[in-house]
């Protein structure tokens, strides 16, 4: 019995943010193990941001991601907002919208063309893919300069933006500035259009879910836009609750062989967010011509193919780009670039769409406007058991595959997923058992 | 026949770099994917070896120069930059994290135990060191690039520098030159907004005092900066409260020697 078990281990991740391994057991029977074990090392951000005033909160968790530091920003200024009893809104809204649609653009481009892409060709990675493909890597740098561009402007810099503050913005951009980019980005916008057209004809592996395998969709939900910085906590199983709840349906678990939690919801276990979750459950919300697009392309809501998410990214990016050049052909700079911010005892809660998914911030903070205690909830957090989930559910199929292939296989399953992994340590070391997962 | 160290390897047609992360955040090995216009050109003159987050290919060292991003945090981590260290012709190591020990270098300030408690429900499965470290408290760094995230101008520039074997062209003044280069108002003397403009490292382009707000330091100190005179200043002069003065010290380079003594100074001085 001993003897037949096989094991598949990548030791090391490549191609996927932070630190992360990957082990396998299986035999003749089935699967019996299937550990994603993130070893990067903690950085206690809950706890460091005990005693720090609620000011700094979006400059120090952006710090969490240097994919993301928007996502991070926005949650912890809505849930501050939350606290303080105030809203944004009209152009001070739009331009956080505007921000993170910049940021969307970078993230997913990010993944699209230096990590995943090259999985569907057969390459090591982009570099290697722009001798044969020089085209499409170029174009593709090119669109996600663009979201770079719309970043550096409202947020001051590509990577931990500057210019975000609880209340609004330090400084609003000019409608002038923001009128500079148009051009930058309708050109970017056909470049997307094309980048669309192609993801839609790679190779996607045979792999659908299924009947009891269909995994539950979790993202946000906004009555008149596809969600970004807004909504309510929704689900494909009829979850329907706001941030303030989050805590009550949703439950964090720590396991011996993660530095990131486990988040599950206490009713039905593992569920899914991100990209895929935000089109199955939000696909009308896209602009027409998105929709247009997919559909032409015979590719709708629902999306149960997790290799298909390139595409899936690829349409957001679009949509993104479609979104940016509305805010700003409707921008009228705003008066003050943030409402007034005072200081009381209370807590505040938030969920926004991060590009990879639902990120959740709680703040308590006390009467000076001290932060007494903080939780955040990373989308990989909550993907972490749904990827193996998936692993488990994918690799009897591909049992016939020699052990390279398969191995290769399950990288690749990981990679759909984009997971941020630095995002999703809150942050030590782990130590399991030593050595007993390295015995095969 | 020993080798001279100064000379990149010639046999091989492109010198060979390696991209190493520890404890961080991602951003400063992605400043060089955001190098959307170099990158391929960049891809041209030197063999991209080791780079996990962008490769699954890796070719084994030795390495003629390697960037490491990040502190170390682990017992782990301690042991394996020696490796690197061991395996690199040049060593450069790239913000914050990796120069200051980064904004997880605050448990150096705190009970580390607290820390896991806080945010761990076992922390009997955590294996962390008391302190977040500079790689240059472990190893030989031979070059050290500052800021939260670093700037990807300047990054290709001591790339370019070291493949040259000149020395990199990384202005050491403060930002207050920046800021003066950009035209600017000055956000303390016009508005009395706090500002550490004066004692941090350029880089960013002052960034923060050209959309309002004053610069938190996140470049870390320039060179000889006189960081107790800045402190003095916000005290008398702008009524900032000494734990507030403290915290600007302590976020993301808080064990870069300038900005440690000092708040270290006034945490002993606050508590007598």
């Known amino acids: ?440 | 026949m020993v080798s001279d160290q100064r000379s990149l390897a010639s046999d091989r047609a492109l010198p060979k770099l390696a991209v190493w992360k520890f404890t961080s955040c991602d951003g400063c090995q992605l400043s060089l994917l955001d190098c959307e216009d170099e990158l391929l050109l960049l891809a041209g003159q030197l063999d991209i070896a080791y780079f996990l987050e962008a490769s699954s290919q890796v070719k084994e060292g030795p390495y003629d120069i390697s960037l490491v991003e990040g502190s170390i945090t682990t017992p782990a981590d301690a042991q394996r930059i020696l490796d690197v260290r061991r395996q690199s012709q040049v060593l450069i190591s790239i913000g914050a994290c990796a120069t200051a020990g980064g904004i997880q270098a605050l448990r150096n300030f705190a009970d580390i135990q607290a820390f896991t408690r806080a945010v761990y429900a076992h922390p009997e499965y955590i294996a962390t060191l008391k302190e977040s470290t500079p790689i240059s408290a472990h190893v030989t760094v031979d070059f050290e690039l500052q800021g939260c995230p670093i700037n990807k101008h300047q990054l290709i520039e001591v790339i370019s520098a070291f493949l040259h074997q000149r020395p990199p062209q990384v202005a050491n003044h403060s930002v207050c030159i920046e800021c003066k280069l950009r035209g600017n108002v000055c956000v303390w003397v016009a508005h009395g907004t706090p500002c550490m403009g004066p004692v941090t490292h350029a880089g960013c382009g002052a960034i923060c005092p050209s959309y309002n707000r004053g610069c938190y330091a996140c470049y870390g100190p320039k060179e000889n900066s006189n960081t107790g005179s800045l402190c003095h200043w916000w005290a008398e002069n702008l009524h900032v409260e000494n734990t507030l003065i403290i915290e600007n010290l302590r976020n993301f380079n808080p064990l870069a020697p300038a900005f440690k003594q000092e708040s270290e100074g006034r945490a002993d001085g606050d508590s007598d």
């Not at chain 1, 090392?41 to 530091?69: H, K, N, Q």
């Not at chain 1, 957090?381 to 052990?403: A, G, V």
């Open chain 1, 1 to 440: 019995m001993a003897a037949q078990r096989k094991t598949i281990k990548v030791d090391y991740l490549a191609r996927v943010e932070g630190e992360g391994a990957l082990h396998i057991d299986y035999d003749d029977s089935g699967i019996q193990e299937v550990k994603l074990k993130i070893f990067e090392p903690p950085r206690f951000f809950e706890a460091l941001l005990a005693g720090r005033s609620y000011l700094e909160a979006p400059d120090i968790t952006a710090r969490i991601c240097g994919i993301c530091p928007v996502a991070y920003q926005m949650s912890a200024v809505h849930a501050m907002e939350d606290a303080l009893g105030i809203k944004p809104t009209g152009a001070l809204r739009e331009l956080r919208r505007l921000l993170y649609c910049g940021e969307w653009i970078e993230s997913h481009m990010l993944h699209i063309s230096m990590l995943h892409a090259s999985d569907f060709l057969g390459y090591p990675n982009a570099v290697a893919m722009a001798k044969d493909h020089p085209k499409v890597v170029k174009n593709a740098l090119e669109i996600k300069k663009a979201g770079n561009a719309l970043v550096r402007l409202i947020g001051g810099r590509e990577v931990h933006p500057i210019n975000v503050r609880v209340g609004g913005f330090y400084k609003a951009p000019s409608t002038n500035a923001l009128l500079s980019l148009q051009q930058q980005l309708e050109a970017a916008r056909s470049l997307a259009e094309q980048l669309v057209c192609w993801s839609a004809t790679l190779p996607f592996p045979d792999y659908e879910w299924r009947g009891e395998d269909l995994y539950e969709f979790v993202a946000l939900k906004h009555p008149e836009e596809y969600p970004m910085n807004e909504g309510r906590i929704t689900s494909s199983r009829g979850l329907d609750i706001s941030s303030q709840e989050y805590e009550n349906h949703f439950v964090e678990e720590h396991v011996a062989y993660s530095t990131a939690l486990h988040c599950t919801l206490k009713a039905r276990g593992s569920y899914l967010v991100g990209p895929i979750a935000r089109f199955n459950l939000n696909y009308e919300k896209l602009s027409p011509r998105v929709r247009q697009l997919a559909e032409t392309l015979n590719f709708k809501a629902p999306c149960i193919n997790p290799f298909q998410s390139i595409l899936v990214r690829s349409l957001e990016v679009l949509y993104a780009f479609d979104e940016a050049l509305r805010i700003i052909g409707d921008y009228v700079m705003p008066e003050e670039p943030h409402l007034h911010t005072k200081p009381r005892a209370a807590s505040g809660y938030a969920a926004t769409e991060a590009p990879r998914g639902l990120l959740y911030h709680r703040y308590d903070i006390d009467k000076t406007g001290k932060i007494s205690a903080a939780k955040i909830v990373a989308p990989t957090s909550q993907n972490q058991k749904t990827i193996e989930d998936d692993l488990r559910l994918m690799l009897p199929r591909f049992m016939h595959f020699p052990e390279d292939k398969l191995r290769g296989l399950c990288e690749r399953a990981i990679r759909n997923y984009d997971p941020c992994i630095s995002c999703s340590t809150h942050f030590l070391q782990l130590h399991f058992n030593d050595g007993n997962a390295e015995k095969t």
